[in-house]
């Protein structure tokens, strides 16, 4: 399984535009970048998921060059409640059957008013 | 369910005690994930079945912990002479599992934090 590496921790400010990015440098071929959001007390929630290029939903956008050894969660606008644990996952989790699926520290993000 | 279900969500014991967590996957979820989170870590990956079989259990971290899974729905996570380093918030989660439907998302209970005094 790739390993991930992300900032421990961000801060920032309402309004503002956050990008975390994550390195995967041994990512495999089949191999999709998943981002997971954690609030305090609750489980982790997934954001999105993405293989090569740009991916956006609602919530956020994924950016993966072309070399996929790295990704950027971009938060567009974040407001107090965008205060969590950002974790990056790499691995086969797209579309086989189910695998193992390891998460790493995370990215504590911190919004200020 | 709606979701993944855990109970209890708190469970207090004492050192040497047996305790067992339980999970109810979201239905048709074939897939159902155990993790264990420490203050101020990530979700630590225990063991995942698929259907009733253990595809993988390389993270139970010694023989006190035993996942079963019988019917291929509820799993119950056990913990044999339980020890104060076992204090942690138990994640459990689910997905579709099969190729096919599945899309890597992994749908997360609240969790069990089990204290042991």
């Known amino acids: 399984l790739a390993k991930t590496t992300q900032p421990i921790s961000m801060d920032s400010y309402e309004g503002q535009e956050v990008n975390i990015t994550c390195s995967h440098n041994n990512i495999a071929t089949n191999d999709y970048i998943t981002w997971y959001q954690q609030f305090p007390s609750q489980g982790p929630r997934f954001i999105i998921q993405g293989y090569k290029t740009k991916v956006t939903n609602e919530v956020a956008s994924l950016f993966i060059p072309a070399d996929r050894k790295s990704s950027t969660l971009s938060l567009p606008r974040v407001s107090l409640s965008d205060t969590a644990v950002y974790y990056c996952l790499v691995g086969d989790g797209g579309y086989s059957s189910a695998s193992k699926i390891i998460f790493g520290s995370g990215t504590r993000l911190s919004i200020r008013p | 369910g709606a979701g993944v279900s855990q109970t209890p969500s708190n469970k207090v014991t004492e050192k040497g005690k047996y305790v067992e967590l339980r999970c109810d996957p979201i239905s048709g979820h074939t897939a159902l994930y155990w993790y264990r989170q420490s203050l101020g870590q990530g979700p630590e990956f225990l063991i995942y079945?698929?259907?009733?079989?253990?595809?993988?259990d390389s993270g139970l971290p010694n023989d006190r912990f035993f996942a079963v899974r019988p019917e291929g729905s509820v799993s119950t996570l056990k913990i044999q002479r339980t020890e104060r380093g076992d204090s942690a918030v138990y994640l459990c989660?689910?997905?579709?599992?099969?190729?096919?439907?599945?899309?890597?998302?992994?749908?997360f209970g609240e969790g069990s934090r089990l204290t042991v005094l």
């Open positions: 989660a689910s997905t579709p599992g099969l190729a096919g439907t599945n899309t890597g998302e992994l749908f």
């Open positions: 079945f698929q259907g009733t079989g253990a595809a993988d």
